[in-house]
């Protein structure tokens, strides 16, 4: 089992940054990526990033490319998530997640956490 907490949300204004991270313990050893995903009211979870473990890989939804950042400190086992120029529609709960097969651009995560309300006001 790997459990993950995801923190750094909150309310901010169009136009700022949050940065998010998510905390991975248990057996994380097996871990092959981590990705973040969010779910806006009456809507769809939807991909957002992700991340391969132990290479380099990276993957944007369309919507946050040039704006969102996905990266990993492995010795923290720790993925954050640098989120810039925020705007309305970015407001959902994101949620961390980890994978231990191959793929990362996917809804099919093994591990979820609990999700951080992140709230953009116009």
């Known amino acids: 089992q790997v459990q993950l907490v995801e923190s750094g949300g909150g309310l901010v204004q169009a136009g700022g940054s949050l940065r998010l991270s998510c905390a991975a313990s248990g057996r994380t050893f097996n871990t092959y ?3 973040w995903f969010r779910q806006a009211p009456g809507k769809e979870r939807e991909f ?3 991340i391969s473990w132990k290479g380099s890989s990276t993957y944007y939804a369309d919507s946050v490319k040039g704006r969102f950042t996905i990266s990993r400190d492995n010795a923290k086992n720790t993925v954050y998530l640098q989120m810039n120029s925020l705007q309305p529609e970015d407001t959902a709960v994101y949620f961390c997640a980890s994978k231990e097969t191959f793929g990362i651009y996917t809804l099919a995560y093994d591990y ?3 999700g951080t309300q992140v709230t953009v006001s116009p």
Do not use: K, P, R
């Open 33 to 35: 990526a981590m990705g």
């Open 48 to 50: 957002v990033a992700g």
């Open 112 to 114: 979820w956490g609990q």
